[in-house]
């Protein structure tokens, strides 16, 4: 069963929304985001993940209205909270939940946070969970009590209490409690209490405990009240209604109009604690939901995920051109997608899969044994659940296309600027980075369609430069890009245009490359570097660069650099596929600088290992002083001896420069 069929055009394309653990980028300036795409995002309720340039999710926040909210990081009137600013260098990408009301987007935020952890926001939240009421069924008389149930610290619990909620404002609840006792006077006292009392306590005498302690209600008549708790918590709110509005009414024409109100005011309050959300529930089930939204020739699936009666994220796909049935789609997910997923107790689904049998005996299997129920729900919280999905994966669809929309712009106005025969759909981007010469390395990247296209980026460690010369060290990675070491690979495809991180000197020496490759006509050529706009701003700057700096693009065979409007999408383009160039670069870069800082002299003479090296700097404390030993002392160390010893001097005095 392990082996369902897979055709090719039913291979998945992952986006990067389920988080990658990884070390933030080092970025010295410039925005990740753009925040033009701001205008996609829906207007409805939900919850936004930001995430860096790895995928690692940043900073999780909620929203009544989604664009509105998450425009507000990036206007100058918006959010002036101080550690905005250093989170608007870091986001990369933002990816939206929609939920059905505020209150779904209040709890699932915070289950959000639980589960990712963000930077921004770990040092701002506890690890509470909001207010649920709950009903102690292990005795005869039920306790009724408010609760925080922590899913992530698995603690078990009596599976036959009944949980309602959770509740976003814990205190309106626990008026709304208190008001309900007046009505249905169950108890709240510990059992401990309860099983010493003698008398009725003070809640008796005012109307708010039945007293089943001492035996002033019956059982029976006690689940009488019991149940129509439940039924009221469970949506059934006419019968208390009726008695509140009854009371009001009565309090009115007895002009006692300020005791009205506070019955009118708690009719309202009622309303808004019991508001229903299908973020958390107490019922302990594990559920995925899989939906699709198509339109012009794309699809976009979402994959919801309840764990443990929480939904805890998403994952999404975006498939183009796809030619299949919905049967055949939702097929083809399940079987890829849970290829890589252990698949949960039950399935949610608009439509039923093709090949059911089959699709049932296979999720089984990769259950160990255990069923996987597949159903397409008609009615209630499940059909509730499924429309969620279907309106998260509209909203993945729509910012998808607005994208690939944005995209195609940006590719023609780079086309129409630097006059190329077509907008560029394959962008590549070459970088060095050194320090004095030293650790030199070079990177590709490679954009496709305005997107990372992360397969086909690549490191160069310079291996024919040592020293510091930019120009050599862009000739050796270009050949070796463009020139494979190895005939029998096969050779990376050819980008639309070639973007340099630097000017027309970097640029000559690609074009000599490119000729000796034969590659000339085949490549568009441009550099990118940023200078400031005149003299004054660079004094102005102190010598630095200015902050009012341009970026000027370089064309092969052109006297002027082309200057792009400040706000151009094509100039953003460029800037990205440059800055994500630098950023490849210098992330390795450094972890070579790092990984010599590490190496010691001794390393490379024959016959020193680790213990031996130890051995001798624990008797001469440092090189400086081993360099002035005598052949006998560096003999007389463990393991040393005189043949050795010999070595070592050779080696000081022969191949390691003067201290």
């Known amino acids: 069963m392990s082996n369902v069929k897979k055709s090719p055009e039913e291979t998945l394309s992952q986006t990067e929304s389920e988080t990658q653990s ?154 709304l409690l208190q008001f309900l006792l007046r009505i249905f006077p169950l108890r709240t006292c510990k059992d401990s209490v309860f099983s010493n009392r003698t008398r009725p306590c003070l809640l008796y005498e005012v109307g708010k405990c039945a007293a089943p302690c001492t035996a002033k209600i019956t059982p029976e008549d006690y689940a009488t009240l019991m149940q129509k708790v439940i039924r009221f918590f469970r949506g059934n709110h006419n019968e208390v209604k009726q008695l509140l509005t009854q009371r009001m009414l009565e309090l009115a024409q007895r002009e006692q109009y300020e005791r009205a109100a506070l019955i009118r005011d708690r009719l309202a309050a009622m309303d808004m604690a019991l508001e229903k959300q299908n973020a958390v529930t107490h019922k302990r089930f594990n559920r995925d939901i899989i939906a699709a939204a198509q339109e012009q020739g794309r699809t976009a699936i979402v994959v919801m995920q309840y764990r443990d009666g929480t939904l805890i994220g998403k994952n999404e796909y975006y498939l ?218 660079m004094r102005s700057a102190g010598g630095r660069e200015a902050n009012d700096a341009q970026e000027r693009i370089f064309l092969y065979g052109r006297k002027n650099p082309v200057i792009f409007p400040k706000n151009s999408p094509g100039l953003f383009l460029l800037q990205r596929v440059r800055d994500e160039a630098h950023r490849f670069a210098i992330t390795y870069h450094k972890k070579l600088r790092s990984k010599s800082a590490k190496k010691s002299a001794l390393d490379n003479i024959p016959g020193i290992g680790l213990q031996r090296r130890k051995a001798l700097l624990r008797r001469f404390g440092s090189m400086t002083a081993l360099r002035v030993a005598s052949i006998d002392a560096i003999a007389q160390v463990d393991g040393i001896g005189a043949t050795l010893a010999q070595t070592i001097v050779d080696y000081i005095n022969n191949e390691l420069p003067p201290s």
């Open 320 to 537: 183009k051109n796809l030619s299949m049935e919905n049967e055949q789609l939702f097929s083809a997910v399940i079987s890829q997608h849970y290829d890589l997923h252990i698949p949960p107790e039950e399935i949610l689904l608009p439509v039923m899969p093709s090949d059911l049998t089959v699709l049932t005996e296979w999720l089984q299997e990769r259950r160990e044994g255990k069923s996987c129920a597949l159903s397409v729900p008609q009615r209630g919280d499940k059909k509730l659940e499924l429309d969620n999905a279907i309106q998260n994966a509209q909203v993945y669809l729509t910012r998808n296309l607005a994208k690939e929309e944005n995209e195609l712009e940006q590719a023609e106005i780079i086309a129409k600027q630097l006059d190329l025969p077509a907008a560029p759909k394959t962008i590549e981007c070459v970088d060095i980075s050194n320090l004095m010469g030293t650790n030199a390395v070079g990177s590709v990247v490679r954009f496709e369609n305005g997107q990372p296209d992360k397969k086909h980026y690549r490191l160069y460690k310079i291996k024919t430069i040592q020293e510091s010369n930019d120009y050599a060290m862009m000739r050796e990675v270009l050949i070796r890009r463009f020139r494979p070491s190895n005939p029998a690979t096969a050779p990376m495809p050819i980008p639309d245009l070639l973007l340099l991180d630097g000017g027309r000197g970097q640029l000559n020496i690609a074009m000599e490359v490119l000729k000796e490759l034969e590659l000339a006509d085949s490549v568009e050529l441009a550099g990118i570097a940023k200078t400031p706009v005149d003299g004054h701003a």
């Open 22 to 175: 990884a070390v933030p980028p080092i970025r010295d300036k410039g925005p990740l985001f753009d925040p033009e795409t701001i205008a996609d995002m829906p207007t409805s309720p939900g919850c936004y993940l930001m995430k860096d340039v790895n995928g690692k999710v940043i900073y999780v926040g909620k929203a009544v209205n989604l664009r509105n909210r998450v425009r507000n990081y990036f206007t100058k009137s918006g959010d002036g909270r101080m550690m905005i600013t250093f989170l608007r260098k870091h986001i990369a990408s933002i990816e939206n939940i929609v939920t059905a009301t505020e209150k779904e987007a209040f709890i699932l935020e915070n289950t959000l946070i639980k589960k990712h952890m963000p930077r921004y926001n770990v040092l701002l939240r506890d690890d509470k969970t909001y207010l649920s009421v709950r009903l102690r069924m292990n005795h005869a008389f039920p306790r009724l009590e408010t609760v925080r149930i922590r899913h992530a610290a698995q603690i078990r619990r009596n599976e036959s209490d009944v949980y309602f909620g959770p509740f976003v404002d814990g205190y309106e609840v626990k008026q």
